[in-house]
């Protein structure tokens, strides 16, 4: 009963940066958990980052630590996704996604709120 508006994908060359937005609306649950994920062409699902409301705690994948930041705006039920120093391999459609659950996860099964994705292209 979450949406979830993925937005500030876009085509950009290696090395750059962007930055992505997620916007929550609807029945929101205190102690949510917003990640990211991602769909190469071709590849299945993967997790990118994660963030938990109750600790603040966030989780990466070991392919973008240390390259991409999750934040998150509480007042504007908003999550952002901070990408630097991109790579082609970085190429895919990321999508937001929710759990009421307080706990940090990485597996896509334990989400059940999803955005339509945005695409982002890394021109080497």
């Known amino acids: 009963q979450v949406q979830l508006v993925e937005s500030g994908g876009g085509l950009v060359q290696a090395g750059g940066s962007l930055k992505l937005s997620c916007s929550a609306s609807?029945?929101?649950?205190?102690?949510?958990?917003m990640a990211w994920f991602r769909q190469p062409p071709g590849k299945d699902l993967e997790f990118v980052a994660g963030?938990?409301?109750?600790?603040?705690?966030?989780d990466y994948a070991a392919s973008v630590k240390g390259r991409f930041t999750i934040s998150r705006d509480t007042a504007k039920n908003t999550v952002h996704l901070q990408m630097t120093n991109l790579k082609p391999e970085d190429t895919a459609v990321y999508y937001c996604?929710?759990?009421?659950?307080?706990?940090?996860?990485?597996?896509?099964?334990?989400?059940?709120?999803w955005g339509q994705g945005t695409q982002v292209t890394v021109s080497s």
């Open positions: 996604a929710h759990t009421n659950d307080y706990r940090l996860r990485q597996s896509r099964n334990s989400y059940d709120n």
């Open positions: 609807g029945r929101t649950a205190s102690g949510r958990t």
């Open positions: 963030t938990t409301s109750v600790s603040g705690g966030k």
